[in-house]
């Protein structure tokens, strides 16, 4: 985790769904370490983890900036509430913010069944890169650097993307991105 003592609290926030403008944007990047960003970064994680997803951009919740926070291995148990609705019970976070994040390096390939907050209902196999390095700032403005491998290589990308305003059905082949482009196009317009 890069995030001390986190506590899950926040607003949950709406998240944006493809093919939503601001979603094929590149974002900017983050110049101001305030009070605010900080805000924005609790409230992306606790929308994040309510959705539940393992990652989320800035982007998807509407705000073109080059950052996103992931948890690639929290606990989610999954009940069924007195309403008799299911629910997640959440426990053992990881959060992690990545500001203006670039990456540096990456190495080997692999393949893994992707989905996305933004791109409800989809699960497609997408080519990645199996480890990469990144630099990045943290909520402070502080520059490190991260050597991730596998499922939090994948999900850096992936979120990584998103601030380039690619959405993960764009490294489909052909076929399959034209059929989900037109789907979703179509559902969104009804
Ligand atoms: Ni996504």
């Not at 305003?165 to 179509?186: A, D, M, P, Q, W």
């Amino acid at each position: 985790m890069n995030i001390e003592n986190y506590k899950l609290e926040g607003d949950r926030l709406p998240i944006f769904t493809y093919p939503e403008p601001v979603l094929s944007k590149k974002a900017v990047p983050v110049t101001e370490f305030t009070p605010k960003l900080a805000k924005l970064v609790k409230d992306m994680l606790f929308t994040m983890y309510h959705a539940p997803g393992i990652g989320l951009a800035a982007p998807q919740i509407g705000e073109s900036l080059r950052l996103f926070v992931l948890d690639v291995d929290y606990e989610r148990e999954p009940f069924t509430n007195s309403a008799g609705k299911e629910e997640y019970k959440l426990s053992d976070f990881n959060p992690m913010v990545l500001i203006n994040p670039v990456i540096t390096g990456k190495s080997g390939s692999t393949t893994y069944e992707e989905g996305c907050l933004s791109v409800p209902g989809v699960y497609e196999e997408v080519k990645r890169h199996k480890s990469v390095h990144v630099r990045y700032q943290d909520l402070s403005g502080e520059f490190h650097e991260l050597d991730a491998d596998d499922m939090l290589a994948i999900c850096i990308q992936h979120e990584n993307d998103h601030l380039d305003g690619v959405v993960f059905i764009e490294r489909l082949s052909n076929l399959k991105k034209n059929f989900y482009k037109k789907k979703l196009t179509k559902e969104k317009g009804r």
